[in-house]
């Protein structure tokens, strides 16, 4: 029997396993709309905001592991999807996005809605289709699916004119694909992991250094064997957060520009790097130049541009981090163990001094509301096993550095782009994936403006997330710039009008609760989470002038940090640098 | 040390692709001295040549985020082994008087041909290396160059290595 390309897409999704897609209908896209509303396999959500959809795909592909799925309409529907996708692409998760199209005849004559969906999504997707014939429909679904998901994920779009969506042909799902032109690589290669791991067993002052790629790959157990074998400390990128346990004691933090003293010294002074599926970002590496002077670097990356791109590096493996880890946990393990037993306590030794320094202690005795305290209190209140989303700003890098991600895919946020905005949205799609789950959003009151309308949403589909809002009335992060770097002169980071936020989530039909007293935190965090079938709207009242430390300065080398005064006093000598 | 690559890029013949190879070398600041490109003997596949200045730590970012690609098949820098390069070019200039014999022993002697004549003009098609080229520009400013067009620089390895596709033909369409 022969299907409209419509009834063919929403079969494919089907055939693809799809359980939830995330859009907002237009003309283009009708066809397509009445597809769906004949069926019941493939459910749609229903966003405020075309970016919303893209975020909340984007936040059930980082908890599922499989692309999360957008259908939005021509011109403004997907130019709307554009800071979602670019936000999926810089960190690398799976999505497939479904955009109509004005009709094949119209294309090119600026007709009524119409956009160059490919141009204007090409610098921030991995690949992109505009199918021109009902006919290629389903092959390029099933390639799309496969691209977005394979090697390093990211996100693909598929432009569909409406014609296309009209016309009729066989549905034929292929049910494997293979391209001559695309074929990631994901054995590393035996000889550099053997190298890798004598380079390893050999170290005096070794560190692993983990990123995104290893909870994408799903490589966490490998992971943890590999650092348990060897008992040398790891550290965590900011997308990394989870993949190593944040209570394990070989855990030494978070590095980057406000990582632990512990993790960026140690990055500072080690001799042997070892880093899985992370990219060697500016806002880890500080100033390059000075960048871990005295190491060797392996660096294991399933995208071989990431390699040798940002710094030099002694043993690339180009792999896929799951992969690359195990190979080279069997191999360390067969190798003739050091018999220097000894040879790292020296590193450890200097390793805890540098703990011992407290760098993330914070005023526990001030009459105003410290956001830390907030988000520790959260850790406590969840037990640790939250999902938590954010939005980009001082309450993201507080959630990182006191929320102890013990579990991968749990903390959410957008690392590499940096999208205010993303918080609500992708909680929702977290929810989506996770029914039963608590799940939070941490957000400052500027950046949960960015995406409000999503409130009805929630509300639409009994999405009862925990927005935890530290408002300072300040976009504290810029605050926080202008103070260091522009001598106090708050140029217009200061959040003038704010609403009041109780009586907005109550408007939206959700509740609402204040909170301005340091002594109420824990108790009204408890009556929050406890709330389990309502969406609660927390807006804590914070310190305006508190500020994340450590911090290394942009442009400054990992030993150049700064601390807050409220740590266990200054840095001791270092004894190597 | 910047040097002159010369790489060479089998991909899909597919509309879009050299928008993407193009948007590459913009969004990362890659250099394209030229960049020419056709079908091959497969009309599915299409070869393009680009030529690049740059060190030799971007010409291998250059060439993995080709690679990235998904039109991309297979590449390969020429420069890295024994090659041939040819460019077309065609220039207009202008002859009269002495200059016509003068242009003529010119064109002569850089094996190039006068394709099309009228009382004043000149029009020349030379091939050759891009250096060769630049040299007959360089010599021929005795006269007035009222055009000139080239093609860019295709190139190909010399002996029996070649850029081929994998056999398997690809379910992509
Ligand atoms: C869409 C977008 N616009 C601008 C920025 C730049 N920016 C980074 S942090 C920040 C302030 C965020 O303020 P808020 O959400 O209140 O969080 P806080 O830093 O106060 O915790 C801004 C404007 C951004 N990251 N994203």
């Known amino acids: 029997m022969e299907l409209t390309g419509a009834d063919i897409l929403v079969r494919c999704l089907k055939d693809e396993g799809v359980d939830y897609i995330f859009g907002y209908p237009g003309g283009a896209a009708l066809h397509i709309y009445d597809a769906l509303y004949k069926q019941d396999d493939v459910r749609h959500i229903l966003v405020r905001h075309e970016q919303g959809a893209a975020h909340a795909a984007d936040g059930y592909a980082r908890v599922t592991g499989r692309p999360g799925v957008v259908l939005v309409t021509s011109g403004p529907g997907v130019t709307n999807t554009i800071t979602g996708i670019a936000t999926a692409h810089m960190d690398s998760i799976p999505m497939v996005v479904l955009s109509g199209q004005v009709a094949t005849h119209l294309i090119g004559d600026d007709a009524f809605q119409e956009v160059d969906a490919l141009g204007v999504t090409r610098p921030c997707v991995k690949h992109s289709f505009l199918v021109r014939d009902v006919r290629d429909l389903a092959t390029t679904v099933k390639q799309a699916f496969y691209i977005a998901n394979t090697g390093r994920p990211g996100p693909v779009v598929i432009d569909i004119p409406k014609d296309v969506t009209a016309n009729k042909t066989e549905y034929i799902y292929p049910k494997t694909i293979s391209m001559r032109s695309y074929n990631p690589t994901v054995r590393g290669h035996p000889g550099q992991i053997k190298r890798a791991a004598k380079l390893l067993l050999e170290a005096e002052r070794p560190i692993i250094y983990a990123g995104g790629g290893v909870s994408l790959s799903g490589g966490e157990q490998e992971l943890r064997d590999l650092v348990r074998h060897l008992q040398y400390p790891?550290?965590?990128?900011?997308?990394?957060?989870?993949?190593?346990?944040?209570?394990?004691?070989?855990?030494?933090?978070?590095?980057?520009?406000?990582?632990?003293?512990?993790?960026?010294?140690?990055?500072?002074?080690?001799?042997?790097?070892?880093?899985?599926?992370?990219?060697?970002?500016?806002?880890?590496?500080?100033?390059?130049?000075?960048?871990?002077?005295?190491?060797?670097?392996?660096?294991?990356?399933?995208?071989?541009?990431?390699?040798?791109?940002?710094?030099?590096v002694d043993v690339p493996i180009v792999g896929d981090a799951k992969r690359v880890l195990a190979d080279l946990v069997s191999v360390v393990k067969n190798l003739e163990p050091n018999p220097d037993t000894n040879r790292i306590s020296a590193w450890w030794k200097q390793i805890n001094s540098w703990r011992s320094i407290d760098c993330l202690a914070f005023d526990r005795d001030s009459d105003k509301i410290k956001p830390q305290l907030v988000l520790e209190k959260l850790y406590e209140v969840t037990k640790g096993d939250a999902f938590v989303t954010s939005d980009v700003g001082q309450h993201q890098m507080w959630a990182a550095q006191f929320y102890r991600f013990d579990k991968p895919r749990r903390w959410i946020n957008s690392g590499g782009l940096g999208t205010m905005g993303f918080g609500l949205p992708a909680a929702m799609g977290v929810r989506i994936a996770n029914p039963d789950a608590d799940v939070v959003c941490v957000t400052g009151e500027a950046s949960i403006i960015m995406c409000i309308q999503e409130l009805s949403t929630c509300k639409q589909y009994d999405l009862p997330i925990k927005i935890i809002n530290l408002n300072n009335r300040y976009m504290g992060m810029v605050r926080q710039w202008q103070e260091f770097f522009y001598d106090n002169r708050y140029s217009h980071s200061y959040m003038d009008a704010l609403p009041n936020f109780v009586d907005l989530a109550e408007s939206f039909g959700h509740r609402g609760m204040r909170v301005d007293n340091p002594a109420d935190v824990e108790e009204s965090l408890i009556e929050c989470m406890a709330r389990k079938d309502e969406l609660v709207f927390m807006d804590f009242i914070t310190d305006q002038r508190e500020n994340v430390f450590p911090m290394i300065a942009a442009g400054s080398g990992h030993n150049e940090m700064h601390l807050g005064s409220t740590g266990n006093g200054a840095p001791q000598e270092r004894e190597l640098a | 040390m910047d040097s002159r690559h010369i790489i060479s890029v089998l991909l899909e013949n597919e509309p879009g692709a050299l928008a993407r190879v193009a948007g590459l070398f913009s969004a990362r600041g890659f250099n394209i001295e030229t960049l020419t490109v056709a079908p091959t003997e497969d009309p599915t596949l299409s070869r393009m040549t680009i030529v690049t200045v740059g060190s030799e730590g971007v010409v291998e970012q250059i060439t993995k985020q080709l690679n990235k690609l998904i039109e991309v098949i297979k590449l390969v820098d020429l420069t890295e082994d024994k090659h041939i390069e040819r460019e077309l070019m065609l220039i207009k200039v202008r002859a009269v008087g002495e200059q016509r014999d003068e242009i003529k022993r010119l064109v002569e002697f850089f094996r190039g041909r006068v394709i099309d004549v009228t009382q004043s003009v000149y029009t020349v098609e030379l091939t050759g290396a891009s250096s060769k080229l630049d040299g007959f520009i360089e010599q021929v400013k005795l006269t007035e160059i009222l055009e000139l067009v080239r093609t860019g620089v295709s190139g190909i390895a010399r002996g029996e290595s070649a850029l081929s596709a994998p056999k398997s033909r690809s379910n992509n369409k």
């Not at chain 1, 990394?240 to 002074?269: R, V």
């Not at chain 1, 599926?277 to 990356?301: E, Q």
């Open chain 1, 234 to 312: 790891c550290t965590n990128t900011l997308m990394g957060l989870g993949c190593y346990p944040a209570n394990d004691p070989l855990f030494i933090g978070m590095l980057g520009m406000h990582g632990t003293y512990e993790a960026n010294l140690a990055m500072h002074d080690c001799d042997v790097m070892l880093s899985v599926g992370a990219r060697f970002d500016d806002r880890i590496t500080g100033d390059l130049a000075k960048f871990s002077p005295y190491s060797k670097i392996i660096h294991v990356d399933i995208d071989p541009s990431s390699i040798g791109k940002n710094v030099n």
